[in-house]
Each structure stands twice: as structure tokens, then as C-alpha cells.
């Protein structure tokens, strides 16, 4: 098509070959894997959590994923393993001072270097841009590069002290093959999980029944295996013996004043023989008996007012 004019076309020109494959490019890879969401595609910032596939997540966009009930939530296939907000762990992350952001980048003609990362390891020192492989513990939620942990082999965490397991490392942004093996991890511990409830059921099912069987059926009681006749005046004799106890017992409750027993007598103080003084506090005593003149005066109510 045209060669008018003089042109000599080329040989790639005219044979068309196979497209070359496009590759990514590597260093623009790990930025959006180590420097943005997952799910919003948004800068990191604090909060920051991470699911049991490692991969890292804006708190708020987990949350507003988790509150979403739209036809649009289909499209987050990077956050459809996660169910609820329990699945998810929030990562302590250790600053690096070497950072330095968007502070001396004022006229916007500085170069950004790529290879420097906001976090670090706090036992290595290591940058966590995506150079070095990065773990963290799904009990306590610290970040640590794979190297700390191989290099300082030890059952708890380097940071809190908090105990861990093989189960509870999760490696960050790994490759494919880790992704699989995590997988299988987290599909393993939901069924655990599951088995747990339901075992669980049963058994508050069984401790909530037992009260009610116990009030229902109380324990066998004693019943006295003897011939009717002789139950029969036992139980005759027992009447008789409470019958006096009841009549006395009404006695003497009925009436604030109730007349004394028959064989009761009352006696005076000034029978006794007790002292002149221990007698003088009472009334019946002769040296507390005034005569007529001597009584108070029914205006005044004092005594020797006349």
C-alpha cells in the first residue's frame, strides 16, 4: 500500500510476527502490593490489617465492604474470603525514620525513591518494600521480616511476648504458592471452628436440662415398708401427742394479758426476802405509797401544790 514516491519499506514493515507477551514491571508491582489497598486501591494508612492470605487492607474499606449489601460488592473478589471483621488481624507496625513522605516534596520536583519503604523490621532493620519477605502473627498482629524469625528461632513474639504457633504466621504479599498453602489453613481452621459450635450446643443444651429433670424427679423418698396396722397407730398416737402442745400453744398467744396456769401463784415483793433497799424501787413498797395530802394536784399534776 503506496511504495509511490520512492519509498523502500522494511521487512518488519511488510511480515507481521507474534506479539510480544507485556511484563509487568516489577518495581511498579510492589509498590501497589506494599503502598496500596487491595481493595480500594488507596494509599495505606493507619489502620492497617491484613487478611489470612496476607494481603493488606485499609481498616475503613474493610468495614465499608463488610456494611455493603449492594449488586456492586460481587466485583471485590480480593476481599470475598472475608466474612466478617474477626477474620481480619490489625498490624503493629514499626515506623522507618528514614522516611521521609511528602515533607520535602513541596514543589513536586523531587525523585521519589521507590526502594524506600514507610515500615521496617524492628529486629532486622530490613525495609518492608517488597525486597525481603515479611510475616506477621495472627495472635498479636506484629510484623516481622521472614529472616528475624529464622535467624531468632523462638516461641514467642520478639516485640509483646505473646505465644505463637507455626499456624499463626502468616507470610505478607507472598507468591502463589503460598497463597495456596494459606488457603488451606484458613479453610482448615473455619471448619475447626465449626466443629467446636456445634459441639458446644449440645453440651449448654444438656448443662440448661439438668436443673429441670433434677426439680421433676427429686431423689427416691423413705417409705416406711410395715404392716397398715401398725402405721396406722403410730400415726394415731402422734395426734395425741401434738393435740395438748397445739392447745397450749393457742392458749397462750390468744390475748395480750392470758390468765396464768393453773398451778402458777403470784407473789409480792414484799414476801420476798430480799433487801429494804432492793424493795424500796418498787411501788408496792410502803415507802413509795403517799397519803391524800400528799398526791398531786389534779390542776397542776405536781405534788404538794395545794
Known amino acids: 500500500m503506496g511504495c509511490d514516491g520512492g519509498t523502500i519499506p522494511k521487512r518488519h514493515e511488510l511480515v507481521k510476527g507474534p506479539k510480544k507477551v507485556e511484563k509487568a514491571d516489577k518495581d511498579a508491582e510492589l509498590v501497589a502490593q506494599w503502598n496500596y489497598c487491595t481493595l480500594s486501591q488507596e494509599i495505606l494508612r493507619r489502620p492497617i490489617v491484613a487478611c489470612e492470605l496476607g494481603r493488606l487492607y485499609n481498616k475503613d474499606a474493610v468495614i465499608e465492604f ?14 470475598s474470603h472475608i466474612k466478617s471483621i474477626k477474620n481480619v488481624t490489625e498490624l503493629k507496625l514499626s515506623d522507618n525514620p528514614a522516611w521521609e513522605g511528602d515533607k520535602g516534596n513541596t514543589k513536586g520536583d523531587k525523585h521519589d525513591d521507590l526502594q524506600r519503604a514507610r515500615f521496617i523490621c524492628p529486629v532486622a532493620g530490613l525495609e518492608m518494600n517488597g525486597r525481603h519477605r515479611f510475616c506477621f502473627l495472627r495472635c498479636c498482629g506484629c510484623v516481622f521480616s521472614e529472616r528475624a524469625l529464622k535467624e531468632i528461632k523462638a516461641e514467642v513474639c520478639h516485640t509483646c511476648g505473646a505465644a505463637f504457633q ?9 507468591t502463589k504458592e503460598d497463597v495456596d498453602v494459606l488457603k488451606t489453613r484458613m479453610e482448615e481452621r473455619r471448619l475447626r471452628a465449626k466443629l467446636e459450635k456445634k459441639t458446644k450446643k449440645p453440651k449448654a443444651a444438656e448443662s440448661v436440662s439438668k436443673p429441670d429433670v433434677s426439680e421433676e424427679a427429686p431423689g427416691p423418698s423413705k417409705v416406711k415398708t410395715g ?20 392447745t397450749a400453744m393457742n392458749e397462750s398467744s390468744s390475748g395480750k394479758a392470758g390468765k396464768p396456769p393453773c398451778g402458777a401463784t403470784k407473789r409480792s415483793i414484799a414476801d420476798s426476802e430480799e433487801s429494804e433497799a432492793y424493795k424500796s424501787l418498787f411501788t408496792t413498797h410502803s415507802s413509795a405509797k403517799r397519803s391524800k395530802e400528799e398526791s398531786a394536784h389534779w390542776v397542776t399534776h405536781t405534788s404538794y401544790c395545794f
Open 166 to 174: 507455626e499456624d499463626d504466621v502468616i507470610v505478607l504479599n507472598g
Open 227 to 246: 404392716k397398715p396396722e401398725e402405721a396406722s397407730l403410730d400415726s394415731r398416737e402422734k395426734k395425741t401427742n401434738l393435740a395438748p402442745k397445739s
Open 66 to 79: 463488610l456494611l455493603d449489601k449492594s449488586a456492586e460488592k460481587a466485583l471485590g473478589k480480593a476481599a
